[in-house]
Nanobody
Framework: QVQLVESGGGLVQAGGSLRLSCTAS????????MGWYRQAPGKQRELVAR???????DYADAVKGRFTISRDNTKNTQYLQMNSLKSEDTAVYYC??????????????WGQGTQVTVSS
């Protein structure tokens, strides 16, 4: 069994910063792709940023230049540094990871979600 535990959400004023963390625990052999998604009220869940095990990154256009995704493979942890936050960044943020439990078995896992609220 694998769990993804998120932390770091909260309330911040527009222009401020937050840092989200997500740590995988349990039967983790290796983690390949990791990423962050968000879902605002009444909207579909959307990709925010993702990162490969080797460190290649990809960002949604709406957050390019403001958000930075990173990871520490030794800690099975990924981070999302969010700067210059805007009211439209308000959403529940979910971490995602493709976790290999052995050399032949892998599954897609999600965190429980953490609320980010940006006040204008």
């Amino acid at each position: 069994q694998v769990q993804l535990v998120e932390s770091g959400g909260g309330l911040v004023q527009a222009g401020g910063s937050l840092r989200l963390s997500c740590t995988a625990s349990g039967s983790v052999f290796v983690i390949s792709d990791m990423g962050w998604y968000r879902q605002a009220p009444g909207k579909q869940r959307e990709l925010v940023a993702r990162i490969t095990r080797g460190g290649n990154t990809d960002y949604a256009d709406a957050v390019k230049g403001r958000f930075t995704i990173s990871r520490d493979n030794t800690k099975n942890t990924q981070y999302l540094q969010m700067n210059s936050l805007k009211s439209e960044d308000t959403a529940v943020y979910y971490c995602n990871a493709v976790v290999w439990r052995s050399s032949t078995r892998y599954s897609d896992y999600w965190g429980q979600g953490t609320q980010v609220t940006v006040s204008s």
